[in-house]
Structures are given as structure tokens and as C-alpha cells.
């Protein structure tokens, strides 16, 4: 409560864009005149606004190359251009990017996100199928599904998205990019996030499958004796006793899955797909500084902890030993 008040406090006292422009220089003050009625553009202004603190910043380039820093806190205006005020003007700066703010889906902290949540959905509604094929009487599906785990299982995250992503499209051949309007300007980066999804969700469906097939097979065997005592067939048996019992002892290991899948997600950044670390990566290109990484490094952590916490809380109400 404490920290939404004061980041409340901090917005309404936030100096404005127009505030910070007029501590720019006389130069580039007159650039920005100058510039208004010309269609050559030579200073590029870049301004980052998190509510309670902001970032200006102007830069041009050539033989007398030019870079103002400005950071607005508290009300007021300092000049970032050394010290501690360049670094956290670099730190919002960079932050403001990886976040993908007023930009389109595929960046950032979105891009993160969106990709592991429908990985682990996808991949959890696989799983089941996969788990009970594996524990079947078939010995035919038992043992297609315990190949599929074992495969998947049993080769890198980061080779199985380079066969979805390259080899595939090459045997069958077609382009991920194709499958979508080719005038679409992020064709490209749909066709890489279809890709990444097909891959990510058949490597968290059967490491999924491990864990729900340990979930059903923890119910104790009585269970399923009294349930053919009343009469109830096989799938009536999952459907409404067993599943139901293993879910709550499902979750534990689950939450886990989705943490880890977090961090695998990153991997995009071999098929150049707008995550966090292929941003991070970017603008440490372009700026040479690699200070970059350590937001990077926080914003993983932040969303790490949030659903670390949830999870938590989950586990709590719906733990098995309650």
C-alpha cells in the first residue's frame, strides 16, 4: 500500500515533456527550430515516460556529433549526461524498450509472457493425453506416447526450435513468414512466434506428461477398485475420481514448468523474435554499452517473483495436505 501511494505521489509531481524540453540547450533549442520547417531531420529526440519518472534524451550524429541527457524526478529536472544520473537515465531508457511500451504484441515483456502462457496451456492439454497413453494397457500407444516423452525429454529446448523453425519449412517446403499475409509488415516475427509456440508447447507437453502421469499414479489403487465396484467404466474413472484428486497435486510441479518455461523462452532470440534478452541484445548493438543486460536481468527476476508469489498463494488454498 505503502509503495502505491508513493508511486502515486511521484506521478502527480512528475515534471511533464514539455517541462524537460525547456532545460535543453540554446543548440539544440534552435536545432528543434530550425528543423520544423526543413525535411531533413539531424537530431533525434527520444523521450521514455514511466508516470513517476521520466527520461529525454537528444542525440545527432556526424563529424560534430551532439547528446543531451535529461532525467525528471520528484518534480524536478537533472541533467543526465554523467554519474549516477546518465546510468539511471540509461537504466529507464533501456527498460522502456525490453518492456515493448506503445509498441505493437510482439515485444518485449508481452512477447515473453504471451509465449509462455500459451506453451504451457497448449502443452498441459497435450500432456494429459500423453500421460494416460503412457500408463494405457496398449503397449502399441504406451509405448508412442513414451517415445514422444523420451525424445522431447531428451534433446535441447534450443535444437528442437531450430528444427520447427529451419529444418521443417526446408523438408516440406514453405516459409513461416508465408503463412501470413506477406504484406503484413511483422509477417516475419508471426511467422518466428508460431514457430516458437509450436516448439516450446511440444517441449512442455512432455515434460507436462511426467507430471501428470505422477499425479494420477500417486491416487492410491483403492480408488480405482471401488470405482469398478460401482460400475464406473475407465474414462468415467479419470473423468471424475482420479484427475480431479491429482490436479490439486499437479500444481506444485506445474507452477514450476511455467517459471522454467519463462526463462526458456528467452531462446527466441536465436530465430531474432522480439523478447526481452533479443531486445537486450539489440540495443546493446546499438549502444554499445552492455549495462543493458542488468534490467534485462531485473525484469526477469520482477516477473519471476510476481507469479513465483501467485503460485504461492495458489498452492496454498489448494494444497493436498490441507
Known amino acids: 500500500m505503502a509503495a502505491v501511494i508513493l508511486f502515486i505521489v511521484l506521478s502527480i509531481i512528475n515534471v511533464s515533456e514539455s517541462e524537460m524540453m525547456d532545460r535543453a540547450s540554446s543548440t539544440v533549442k534552435q536545432m528543434i ?3 520544423k520547417d526543413s525535411s531533413r531531420k539531424r537530431l533525434t529526440a527520444t523521450y521514455n515516460d514511466f508516470g513517476f519518472i521520466s527520461y529525454l534524451s537528444f542525440t545527432t550524429s556526424g563529424a560534430k556529433a551532439l ?3 535529461y532525467v525528471g524526478f520528484a518534480g524536478k529536472v537533472f541533467k543526465a549526461d554523467e ?9 529507464i531508457n533501456y527498460t522502456y524498450r525490453m518492456l515493448g511500451i506503445r509498441q505493437n504484441l510482439l515485444h518485449g515483456v508481452k512477447l515473453t509472457m504471451m509465449l509462455t502462457t500459451l506453451s504451457i496451456l497448449i502443452g498441459f492439454v497435450f500432456s494429459v493425453f500423453l500421460a494416460l497413453g503412457k500408463i494405457s494397457d496398449n503397449k502399441f500407444v504406451s509405448r508412442i506416447c513414451s517415445g514422444y ?10 535444437i528442437q526450435l531450430f528444427v520447427v523453425y529451419f529444418s521443417i519449412p526446408g523438408i ?62 475407465y474414462a468415467h474413472t479419470m473423468a471424475h475420481i ?24 528467452s531462446l527466441v532470440f536465436a530465430i531474432s523474435l522480439m523478447d526481452i534478452t533479443t531486445i537486450s ?16 536481468l531485473v525484469i526477469y527476476l520482477i516477473v519471476t517473483a510476481i507469479f513465483t508469489w501467485l503460485f504461492g498463494k495458489v498452492e496454498e488454498r489448494l494444497s493436498v495436505y490441507e
Open 149 to 158: 516423452i523420451f525424445f522431447f525429454r531428451g534433446t535441447p529446448l534450443l
Open 67 to 69: 547528446q543531451e541527457s
Open 242 to 265: 482420479v484427475i480431479p484428486q491429482a490436479t490439486r497435486r499437479m500444481i506444485p510441479p506445474l507452477c514450476n514448468e511455467f517459471i522454467m518455461m519463462i526463462k526458456d523462452v
Open 172 to 233: 516440406f517446403g514453405f516459409s513461416w513468414r508465408g503463412l501470413f499475409d506477406m504484406a503484413d509488415p511483422e509477417a516475419v516475427y508471426k511467422g518466428a512466434f508460431l514457430a516458437a509456440l509450436i516448439a516450446f508447447s511440444l517441449n512442455s507437453a512432455a515434460y507436462c506428461a511426467e507430471i501428470v502421469r505422477a499425479a494420477i499414479q500417486s491416487i492410491d489403487k483403492g480408488q480405482h477398485e471401488a470405482a469398478k465396484a460401482l460400475g464406473l467404466g
Open 33 to 35: 527550430e530550425d528543423e
Open 281 to 296: 541484445k539489440t540495443i546493446m548493438t546499438s549502444e554499445g554499452s552492455y549495462l543493458v543486460f542488468l534490467p534485462a
Open 83 to 91: 554519474g549516477f544520473a546518465k546510468f539511471t537515465g540509461q537504466m
